[in-house]
């Protein structure tokens, strides 16, 4: 039986997602709420659709609605056949198409659009983009330094992703370091201690068998740790759960974070992968980068989306100063419909 996990703002939403992602045949296995708020559902998908809604044995979800209520889908609105539209909404749906979004998405905006409001149309439709996502939230918390892992595919992004994010911290002023769990491939290391060196900011290895923990990863005085990883999920699933253990027997004053980081550039398949490779962690948040190497970044940010996953960081160059962003809706909007950032 394959697990899925999708998380959403509270239950109804995760619900709503979880029907998007898998339609009728979506069964409830089991939920969690996670450290941001939210709930993390483990819904499998039965194909039949016949079998009964809770599996015996199964937790149920805690709080209403009723597990009949909860788990069983009522049937896929049938997608209407499109109508012709209003020129402008015409343009719109153009527009949308261009940059990769599926005709579902495309309706469902649409349909967001109310005439005669003062609101224009294109705002209308940006604001329903917008709220299809999560945006993951990063508070600052005192006296409690935060683990910030990037995690993912080889050649996705993280190291450099993590060198962005440093020194967008540097700028601000907060005290961090680097670690690396990547110490076995040749000049990985090396690669960010040079970036940290510039930075000002120490990097420090931590070799395959070395004990992860508050003290080994340089936790004490910093606001933030930036943790690298190999891009092998089996190896890095390990260490993080290893580290998160360390660091919750030993009552350490440290937040674990991990964010998938996704190339703007992946197939559904490989991003499928990527998930399940990656979704024990319980993960915090995405970052999507590469979002300049392709002009329909809507693919990915539509999967994101569904699965309900926050996301921290847009990523569109490979210039370590300006081409790291905080998601925001306004963003999520323009990559929709313009298919690059503003
Ligand atoms: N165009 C573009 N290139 C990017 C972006 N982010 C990263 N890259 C490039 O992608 C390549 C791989 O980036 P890394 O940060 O080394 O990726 P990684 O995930 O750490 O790779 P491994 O450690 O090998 O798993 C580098 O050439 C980066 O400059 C982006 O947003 N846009
Ligand atoms: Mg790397």
């Known amino acids: 039986m ?17 029907k998007r992602t898998h339609g009728e045949g979506a069964v409830v296995v089991g939920h969690e709420r996670t450290s941001d708020g939210g709930i993390t559902l483990a819904v499998t998908v039965d194909q039949s659709a016949a079998v009964p809604a809770v599996e015996s044995g199964a937790p149920k979800p ?10 069983r889908f009522p049937k896929a609105e049938a997608t209407e056949p499109p109508t012709k539209r209003p020129a402008l909404l015409e343009e719109l749906a153009g527009r949308l198409s261009a940059t990769g979004t599926s005709q579902e998405w495309i309706e469902r905006v649409l349909s967001n659009v109310e005439e005669g409001t003062e609101e224009h149309p294109i705002d209308q439709v940006g604001n329903a983009i917008g709220s299809a996502f999560r945006i993951a939230k990063l508070p600052k918390a005192q006296g409690l330094t935060r683990v910030l892992a990037l995690v993912g595919p080889t050649g996705s992004g993280k190291t450099s992703g993590l060198i962005k994010i440093g020194a ?82 030993e009552e350490a ?13 992946l197939h559904r398949a490989a991003m499928q992968s990527a998930i399940s490779q990656f979704g024990d962690l319980r993960l915090a948040g995405c970052v999507i980068t590469k979002l300049d190497e392709t002009p329909e970044p809507a693919h990915v940010l539509e999967y994101v989306a569904e699965l309900g996953l926050p996301i921290a960081f847009l990523s569109d160059g490979r210039d370590l100063g300006r081409s790291l962003h905080r998601a925001t809706p306004e963003a999520l909007a323009d990559l929709f419909l313009r298919g690059k950032l503003s």
């Open 62 to 71: 805690a709080r209403s609605p009723k597990p009949a209520d909860v788990v």
């Open 253 to 265: 004053k440290v937040e674990l974070s991990s964010f998938l980081v996704l190339p703007a550039t």
């Open 168 to 249: 967008r911290l540097v700028r601000g002023g907060h005290p961090l370091r680097f670690a690396s769990l990547d110490s076995r491939r040749v000049g990985a290391v090396e690669q960010l201690e040079a970036y940290a060196a510039a930075l000002r900011v120490e990097a420090r290895a931590l070799p395959d068998g070395a004990d992860l923990n508050q003290q080994s990863i340089g936790a004490a005085g910093c606001e933030v740790v930036l943790l690298d990883t190999t891009g092998r999920p089996q190896q890095d699933c390990a260490r993080l759960v290893e580290l998160r253990r360390n660091l919750e027997a």
């Open 2 to 18: 394959q697990i899925h996990r999708i998380r959403g703002n509270d239950l109804n939403d995760a619900l709503r997602r979880a």
